[in-house]
């Protein structure tokens, strides 16, 4: 490890626990931690709960190491996730696995004497398909008749997401990403109003909630506390509050709503013959290189391509703007056992930006997909024609993606082609004169050298497979 203090940067989304903070150095993320918290940590490190939890994978890999950085009492190493997300970017069911994580780990931690200070999602992220709980400087001892400091973080930006879902049907994505802090109880408290306040959870979680906060509103924290603990609060009700929260978040599915993009495979007019040679030209243009660090699969749909990725690449992030198609594709990953493959819902003409304090404390897609492959498969006509994108916005965006050296897959669809008619077929006559073959590949060689191009046998679509920079 180099000089603690040497080219050491502070990641932008810790700064909010004065007693802890997560430090980039290389590749090796460290966190500093003040003296209260070291001692923490290394009661944490020596219970009984805490080594099976790493042991599992719940948590993610973290060891003591030195040398310690200048105005830090200890270190950690943690291991480095292969991609970070945020929660506005998961579908229903990965929020869902990410809150019962949290909530499990906290079922264990209390009867070991320990809490943890907040109830995060952005406590949370992915390795592929299954969560992992990151903020370990998060624990700290509990005090007995004090209760779990989280909840209201929890109920914010897990709980009310999932109840948007599951009782109302509602993507919960927007409602994220607009408040980095989540859903507030005010608001929830008006969405749930005549039969629907007595839907599980709303009762205790929502109104309950909401009128407790706003008769403590000029209360102190220690106030509360003093107020909770004569009211007979105990560890053993804490636990017991969890194991409900449980029971409720286990309950909170979302029924599949109707999607043209969930059928897309078999309505998207391709021949058996195109898929095949499709499918062999993507496969060959992965092989071609060396084993990519990260792959991109921008409009997976159900995964097809992003699953062949997968063999040529140690991590790929297949994203889809369906929360559905989202939804069932982390479903089927779970279940194949899929690790590799990180399902994402984004609209990639309104792609995540950057979020939170200055702008910077989430940051935004196009600076965390730096990637060695990048597939664009029947995406290109949907930003071209379907939202307006000049087709040059559209190749310097796609090459954006990589360095130089960069592989890139991209499928262009011909205006004749049915699927670029129908969406032609709602738009001015004559919108877009500059969306041919031709001016496509022009625009792409000016950005990345084509290594090899092929019409699929409909005659309809394009195949090109290009380098980056040239």
Request: glycine letters at 8%.
């Amino acid at each position: 490890m180099a000089h603690p203090d040497t080219d050491l940067r502070a990641e932008p989304a810790s700064f909010r626990d004065p007693a802890n903070r997560v430090f980039h150095q290389g590749t090796d993320v460290l966190r500093g931690l003040d003296e209260r918290a070291a001692a923490d940590w290394r009661a944490l490190a020596a219970s009984d709960f805490f080594p099976v939890l790493l042991d599992q994978g719940k948590v993610c890999g973290t060891v003591e190491t030195s040398p310690v950085p200048q105005g830090w009492a200890a270190v950690l190493r943690h291991e480095r996730i292969p991609f970070v997300s945020h929660p506005y970017e998961w579908s229903h069911a990965m929020l869902r696995d990410a809150a019962l994580l949290h909530l499990e780990i906290l079922r264990a931690a209390l009867p070991a004497g320990f809490t943890t200070k907040d109830g995060s999602a952005y406590n949370l992220q992915w390795r592929g398909v299954e969560p992992v709980f990151i903020d370990v400087g998060s624990f700290t001892p509990v005090r007995d008749g004090e209760p779990w400091a989280g909840y209201r973080q929890f109920c914010q930006t897990m709980l009310y997401p999932l109840l948007l879902g599951a009782h109302l049907g509602l993507d919960f994505q927007p409602w994220l990403r607009s408040r980095v802090d989540g859903v507030e109880a005010d608001q929830m408290r008006r969405l749930f109003t005549g039969r629907r306040r007595f839907l599980a959870g709303v009762p205790t979680h929502v109104h309950l909630h909401d009128a407790m906060q706003r008769r403590n509103a000029r209360s102190s924290t220690t106030e509360v506390r003093t107020q909770m603990r004569a009211a007979g609060y105990s560890r053993d009700l804490a636990v017991a509050t969890v194991r409900g929260l449980q029971r409720l978040v286990n309950r909170l599915d979302r029924p599949t709503p109707a999607s043209h993009w969930i059928d897309y495979q078999r309505t998207c007019g391709y021949t058996a013959e195109d898929r095949a040679v499709k499918e062999r030209f993507v496969a060959a243009a992965l092989a071609a290189g060396s084993t990519a660090r990260l792959a991109l699969d921008l409009g997976a749909n159900d995964g097809r391509y992003a699953r062949l990725a997968a063999r040529h690449a140690d991590y790929v992030v297949a994203v889809e703007q369906d929360p559905a198609v989202v939804d069932g594709l982390y479903r089927a990953l779970r279940a194949e056992g899929e690790r590799r493959v990180l399902p994402l819902v984004m609209d990639l003409a309104d792609p995540s930006p950057g979020g939170g304090w200055r702008g910077v404390e989430r940051a935004a897609f196009a600076e965390r997909a730096r990637a060695d492959v990048v597939l664009a498969l029947a995406v290109v006509h949907h930003l071209a024609i379907g939202r307006n994108v000049p087709l040059l916005e559209v190749v310097d965006w796609l090459a954006g993606f990589g360095a130089p050296g960069a592989r890139l897959v991209v499928e262009f669809v011909h205006p004749e082609d049915p699927m670029a008619r129908r969406l032609l077929a709602n738009k001015p006559e004559n919108l877009f004169p500059d969306y041919r073959r031709d001016e496509f590949e022009r625009l792409l060689g000016a950005r990345c050298r084509v290594v090899d191009r092929l019409d699929l046998p409909s005659g309809t679509r394009t195949l090109f497979r290009a380098v980056i920079g040239g």
